[in-house]
């Protein structure tokens, strides 16, 4: 199995942007789909964004749509999250979780689907 790092979470300022990397220093991560998740405190790990081994298919939780794109670098072996017009309630750890799949496979939106996850980044918004 791969190991999964990721990075680019710090404090911003409500509607400032983001870019979340989450990367492996295995090529197999290339075969692998990626899905992001966050927790809040006291909250369960919720979807955010997912995208397949491919890259050719991508789905967004309702939250994310039209602020948040997925997207993956296979030359670094690198899935990135670029957040757009951040708001407070974006505040949580950022989670990516990874899922060896074959190419034609739709990733999942349950992170029960995931088979490897990072430590997290800590994303926190200031209104």
């Known amino acids: 199995q791969v190991q999964l790092v990721e990075s680019g979470g710090v404090l911003v300022q409500a509607g400032g942007s983001l870019r979340l990397s989450c990367a492996s220093s295995r090529r197999a991560f290339n075969e692998y789909a990626v899905g992001w998740f966050r927790q809040a405190p006291g909250q369960e790990r919720e979807f955010v964004s997912t995208?397949?081994?491919?890259?050719?298919?991508?789905a967004y939780a309702d939250s994310a749509k039209g602020r948040f794109t997925i997207s993956r670098d296979k030359s670094k072996n690198t899935v990135y999250l670029q957040m757009n017009s951040l708001k407070p309630e974006d505040t949580a750890v950022y989670y990516c979780?990874?899922?060896?799949?074959?190419?034609?496979?739709?990733?999942?939106?349950?992170?029960?689907?995931?088979?490897?996850w990072g430590q997290g980044t800590q994303v926190t918004v200031s209104s």
């Open positions: 995208i397949s081994r491919s890259g050719g298919e991508t």
């Open positions: 979780g990874a899922k060896r799949t074959i190419l034609t496979m739709s990733p999942g939106v349950e992170a029960a689907w995931y088979d490897v």
